[in-house]
T-cell receptor
Framework: DTGVSQDPRHKITKRGQNVTFRCDPI?????LYWYRQTLGQGPEFLTY????????KSRLLSDRFSAERPKGSFSTLEIQRTEQGDSAMYLC????????????FGEGSRLTVL | DQQVKQNSPSLSVQEGRISILNCDYT??????FLWYKKYPAEGPTFLIS?????DKNEDGRFTVFLNKSAKHLSLHIVPSQPGDSAVYFC?????????????FGQGTILTVHP
């Protein structure tokens, strides 16, 4: 399967703990995106990378969130000192350099903060 | 501020009939509009897009119409099939270099009855 893969699929953690999600994009895609989706809402943009450079971060992304894409391949999204409001589905997507907005999404990593 | 709105949370149609999903937007800077489909436990998948300079784009059973003066777009599915049952999200992409940074609506749950 050569689609976007995310790990873990589901993470349950206690408030205050740190969590890290990993995303492996489609291999020839140089753009990688993180979105967050809460119940009853559409995905919300968090950040994106062009190769290893993080080009934009949403104002939604507090200082507790950090994302990396060290070698321009896989990416990690870390949330420090988790809060119950962080509970959501975290979606990763990748694309080639296209201006049409066609993204290929992974199945998501669901975070539950108790 | 909700830049993209899907005012119908759900839509139910009979197999073989037309499904019409609607979307309104407020951001005049959107240069592309897209529709994504999402099945349970899967990430969103790209369905069809339209450039802001066009008013119609067709791909098989799916047609998207754009009315810029009304800031409204719609997705027509003809004929509808039970396999089309899913959540449909419309999204807008602002112009410039931030392609792939999408603003999604809340989604419409489409149910197609056999």
């Amino acid at each position: 399967d050569t689609g976007v893969s995310q790990d873990p699929r589901h993470k349950i953690t206690k408030r205050g703990q740190n969590v890290t999600f990993r995303c492996d994009p489609i291999s020839e895609h140089n753009r990688l995106y993180w979105y967050r989706q809460t119940l009853g809402q559409g995905p919300e943009f968090l950040t994106y990378f062009q190769n290893e450079a993080q080009l934009e971060k949403s104002r939604l992304l507090s200082d507790r969130f950090s994302a990396e894409r060290p070698k321009g391949s896989f990416s990690t999204l870390e949330i420090q000192r988790t809060e119950q409001g962080d509970s959501a589905m975290y979606l990763c997507a990748s694309s080639v350099d296209t201006y049409t907005g066609e993204l290929f999404f992974g199945e998501g990593s669901r975070l539950t903060v108790l | 501020d909700q830049q993209v709105k899907q005012n119908s949370p759900s839509l139910s149609v009979q197999e073989g009939r037309i499904s019409i999903l609607n979307c309104d937007y407020t951001n005049s800077m959107f240069d592309y509009f897209l529709w994504y489909k999402k099945y349970p436990a899967e990430g969103p998948t790209f369905l069809i897009s339209i450039s802001s300079i066009k008013d119609k784009n067709e791909d098989g059973r799916f047609t998207v119409f754009l009315n810029k003066s009304a800031k409204h777009l719609s997705l027509h599915i003809v004929p509808s099939q039970p396999g089309d049952s899913a959540v449909y999200f419309c999204a807008g992409q602002a112009g410039g270099t931030s392609y792939g940074k999408l603003t999604f609506g809340q989604g419409t749950i489409l149910t197609v009855h056999p």
